[in-house]
């Protein structure tokens, strides 16, 4: 309980044993005035009376405004938790989005990737071919000059073999 509780409680019991302890001076009648009336009444049980109201009237604004606080609390806890799905969802909703922007860039990256490495096979194809056509080329012209050596040599010796015999 809290001290408010507990204080009001004790505070109510004290006024129940004053009342109950000095009830002879409670129930003597005395004469009590309304401004415009006068009338006949004990004092202490018309106070008494008067405290018994209050108490019950605010024991009922008490009620009545803890049960707002519950009805609030309650909407508010209501709200809160459809709050937080709407959240969860739009999360889930980005985590999906965010998984097909991953998918469809890793599928853009893959394709960019073959492209290029039939790019890469095609210009390597290319670039072996020149260096067969080239090295065969060059074979080719190497054969030919050794050729053309070996024909000036011949007739470097036919030229200089008969006069070496004479």
Request: hydrophobic share 50%.
């Amino acid at each position: 309980m809290k001290f408010r509780t507990i204080f009001l409680i004790v505070l109510l019991a004290l006024v129940a044993i004053f009342a109950a302890v000095n009830w002879t001076a409670f129930t003597a009648t005395t004469t009590l005035s309304l401004i415009y009336t006068e009338f006949q009444a004990p004092l202490g049980a018309v106070m008494l009376g008067v405290v018994v109201v209050l108490t019950a009237f605010f024991l009922l604004y008490i009620l009545a405004l803890q049960t707002t606080v519950m009805l609030e609390s309650r909407r508010l806890t209501k709200q809160l938790e459809a709050q937080r799905a709407l959240a969860d969802q739009a999360e889930h909703s980005r985590f999906n989005d965010l998984r097909g922007y991953l998918k469809t860039e890793l599928e853009q990256l893959q394709q960019r990737q073959s492209e290029q490495q039939t790019l890469l096979a095609q210009r390597l194809d290319a670039l072996q071919r020149d260096l067969h056509q080239r090295v065969e080329q060059t074979e080719n012209a190497v054969a030919a000059q050794v050729g053309e050596l070996d024909d000036r040599l011949q007739r470097q010796r036919v030229t200089t073999l008969p006069q070496n015999l004479a």
